[in-house]
Nanobody, 115 residues
Framework: QVQVVESGGGLVPTGGSLSVSCAAS????????MGWFRQAPGSQRALVASITSSGTITYGDPVKGRFTISRDNAKNTIYLQMNNLKPEDTDVYYC?????????WGQGTQVTVSS
C-alpha cells in the first residue's frame, strides 16, 4: 500500500503566505515525480507545481514567481511555499505521487484566501 498525505492548508488573508507539505509512504517502488494540483468545484485539476526525480521543476502559469516547491528525498516529502496569495488561489490542493507506473493522490487540503 502507498499513502500520500497532505498537511497544512487553512485560511489566510490576501497577500499572506502559507505552506503545505505532502509525505509519501508505504511500498513505493520509485518516485518519478511528485507535485501539487488544485481543483475548484466543477473544474478540472490544474497543475500548481511539480518536481521530478532529477529535480526538474514545473510551475503552473498562475503561480509562477509566487509559489516555490521543494523536496526532502530522505523523507519522500515535498513542500509548497505559497506567497502573495490571492483569492483566486482558493482551492483544494491535491498531492500527486507518480511512480512511472501509477499515480497516487492524496485526499486534498483546503486553502482559502480571504479578500
Amino acid at each position: 500500500q502507498v499513502q500520500v498525505v497532505e498537511s497544512g492548508g487553512g485560511l489566510v488573508p490576501t497577500g499572506g503566505s502559507l505552506s503545505v507539505s505532502c509525505a509519501a509512504s508505504g511500498n513505493i517502488s520509485k518516485i518519478n515525480l511528485m507535485g501539487w494540483f488544485r481543483q475548484a468545484p466543477g473544474s478540472q485539476r490544474a497543475l500548481v507545481a511539480s518536481i521530478t526525480s532529477s529535480g526538474t521543476i514545473t510551475y503552473g502559469d498562475p503561480v509562477k514567481g509566487r509559489f516555490t516547491i521543494s523536496r526532502d528525498n530522505a523523507k519522500n516529502t515535498i513542500y509548497l511555499q505559497m506567497n502573495n496569495l490571492k483569492p483566486e488561489d482558493t482551492d483544494v490542493y491535491y498531492c500527486l505521487l507518480n511512480t512511472g507506473f501509477k499515480d497516487y493522490w492524496g485526499q486534498g487540503t483546503q486553502v482559502t484566501v480571504s479578500s
